[in-house]
């Protein structure tokens, strides 16, 4: 039987592309529209995707609120909430959240997820994530951003005990950052655990996942770079005494698609058109993690950056791609603002499945995080033109054959 690539659908209230709450068939109100969400999870579901994931951040996305960037885009549900509501509008599609081990505590985020676990059925999955905004820790009573170096450490620690609380055990923890005495008040998960989730490339980061991830989310341009951190990664393992298929990665993709390609890139440029200048230039900043990029001519190149206590991986991505196709501050940021660093595949539904199937045959991915550019239409698109596509091509599942989530993925069940 030929191998079967996993797809997420990476939900976002309007969309992924920074402008598209902008473009005329958008849902503005999304972020806070239950209807509209439950349609999203149905229409994933009914094209046998593996899962739906919600991003998250505890605070808004831009700190200047005059500039509507990312603000935009802040409007939302708490999504483990979200989920919640999901998982009885659904039966059998993954619901993966993101949720932060700087603003949280383990017992408290073991309990949350084993809880929706068991509310869907077995198919919940935590997104770990260390937090790297300063505009989120203002909103801790934190005295700042904390050094990467000590975030991952208090994540690796955290994912320690959540696992051992998943797994049914006491944990008679007594360590750093965390004191848990107590098991949880649940029963172990129709799937053994959760599915740990994590999204992290920097170096530690990749270490942590190799450590513990199930999945594994991730960003790259090129096959290159794909395949170099795929096989980074799957070779960190067997250190941790795991095989390489105990990890599934699935880099985010943000395709447009029509029947034609002069449609796709019509639609594509369409939304292009869509970004003020000091929108893209805001957002490029963000993730930077560079107070502001304006003062700097907008048609001229990228300056040299310290290393920041930011995005450290995403950082490094960004100016590698400035440097390899001398690319100016205007143009990185419109690139930049239509899928926020990730892989841009434009065309016809086989040009988007020939594309994915490099990538999977080529030992670059296990499969892909879709991200659509706006909702529904582009969700829609990718589910009426590249699923049955990548069907027809023995690439992916016509149907679920099993009830979990580890079941869609292919994991085995946690001892």
Not at 240 to 262: C, F, N
Request: overall charge negative; aromatic content about 8%.
């Amino acid at each position: 039987m030929t191998a079967q690539m996993k797809l997420g659908a990476f939900l976002w209230a309007t969309g992924h592309h920074i402008a598209a709450w902008r473009h005329p068939k958008a849902h503005v109100t999304a972020g806070i529209d239950i209807d509209h969400y439950i349609q999203l999870a149905r229409t994933a579901e009914a094209a046998k995707f593996d899962m739906i994931f919600c991003e998250d951040a505890a605070g808004l996305r831009e700190a200047n609120i005059g500039i509507a960037s990312q603000t935009s885009r802040s409007i939302g549900f708490e999504p483990i909430s979200l989920l919640s509501a999901l998982a009885v509008q659904t039966s059998r599609i993954g619901l993966v959240s993101t949720a932060s081990t700087s603003y949280n505590e383990p017992y408290g985020l073991a309990r949350t997820f084993l809880s929706l676990d068991h509310l869907s059925g077995g198919r919940a999955g935590w997104n770990l994530v260390t937090s790297a905004s300063p505009i989120e820790a203002a909103n801790f009573g934190s005295t700042g951003l904390k050094p990467h170096a000590d975030r991952y450490e208090r994540a690796r620690e955290f994912a320690e005990v959540v696992t051992r609380l998943w797994h049914g055990k006491v944990p008679g923890h007594d360590g750093q950052s965390f004191s848990v005495r107590d098991p949880l008040d649940l029963p172990r998960s129709p799937q053994g655990a959760p599915v740990m989730v994590q999204a992290g490339a920097s170096d530690v980061g990749r270490d942590l996942a190799a450590r513990t991830a199930d999945v594994v989310f991730t960003a790259a341009q090129t096959f290159e770079e794909a395949k170099a951190f795929y096989d980074d990664l799957k070779g960190r393992m067997a250190s941790y005494g795991r095989d390489a298929d105990d990890i599934k990665i699935m880099p985010g993709v943000a395709p447009v698609v029509a029947e034609t390609e002069a449609e796709a890139q019509e639609k594509f440029e369409e939304l292009q058109e869509l970004i003020p200048d000091d929108v893209g230039v805001a957002l490029l900043s963000s993730y930077l993690s560079i107070s502001d990029l304006r003062r700097y001519p907008i048609d001229g190149p990228l300056p040299e950056l310290p290393e920041s206590e930011g995005m450290k991986s995403r950082q490094a991505l960004v100016v590698e791609q400035s440097r390899r196709d001398g690319l100016s501050i205007r143009q990185l940021a419109r690139h930049f603002a239509g899928a926020r660093g990730h892989w841009r595949i434009v065309g016809t539904a086989v040009q988007v499945a020939d594309e994915l199937q490099a990538r999977f045959e080529g030992g670059a991915a296990d499969g892909f995080n879709v991200m659509p550019s706006y909702f529904p239409g582009e969700l829609d698109a990718f589910c009426e033109l590249v699923v049955p596509e990548l069907q027809r091509r023995g690439l992916f599942r016509r149907d679920y054959e099993g009830r979990t989530l580890r079941d869609h993925l292919g994991l085995k069940r946690p001892a």
